[in-house]
């Protein structure tokens, strides 16, 4: 089984309302499977795209090896939950190393970030702000524990 789910996020670093949602689905979804949040700061690089080739180095360097790296960009491929956990799943039983979920800040994810991925995903073609993008992927990541574990959560439509 994978070790555990790492949520790696670049950007602002401002505690807000959205981390307090974060925890609580942080928490429901350990009961399952490990999930750490690691935040990467870049502080003093500009702004634009020298910020993001930055903020691509960083992500890049803090993640362990090995690790399945799952990218998070609009430009990715849409699942369904029911997809997405089905794919975790799979995983889970084959790869006994962290899978990385990886989020860009503002400017978004450097292209060497994509490169590296296994798999880039997106929820839509819909600009989100960073903050509720990483809400979304804890929801999503509690609903693949939900359905893997077949609790009430998810109801399929």
Do not use: N
């Amino acid at each position: 089984m994978s070790r555990e789910y790492l949520i790696v996020w670049a950007g602002r670093h401002r505690r807000s309302s959205w981390d307090g949602i974060c925890q609580r689905y942080a928490e429901r979804i350990a009961r399952v499977t490990p999930v750490r949040e690691l935040p990467v700061k870049v502080r003093g690089r500009g702004d634009g795209d020298e910020r993001r080739r930055a903020e691509g180095e960083a992500i890049l360097a803090a993640l362990p090896d090995p690790c399945w790296l799952i990218a998070l960009d609009s430009r990715g491929h849409s699942l369904t939950s029911e997809r997405l956990a089905a794919e975790l799943t799979k995983l889970r039983r084959e790869w006994p190393h962290p899978v990385a979920f990886v989020l860009g800040s503002d400017l978004g994810l450097d292209d060497a970030v994509r490169a590296a991925a296994r798999r880039v995903l997106s929820f839509g073609p819909m600009t989100l702000s960073h903050e509720l993008a990483r809400t979304v992927l804890y929801e999503q990541l509690y609903r693949v524990t939900s359905i893997q574990a077949g609790t009430g959560y998810h109801r399929a439509p």
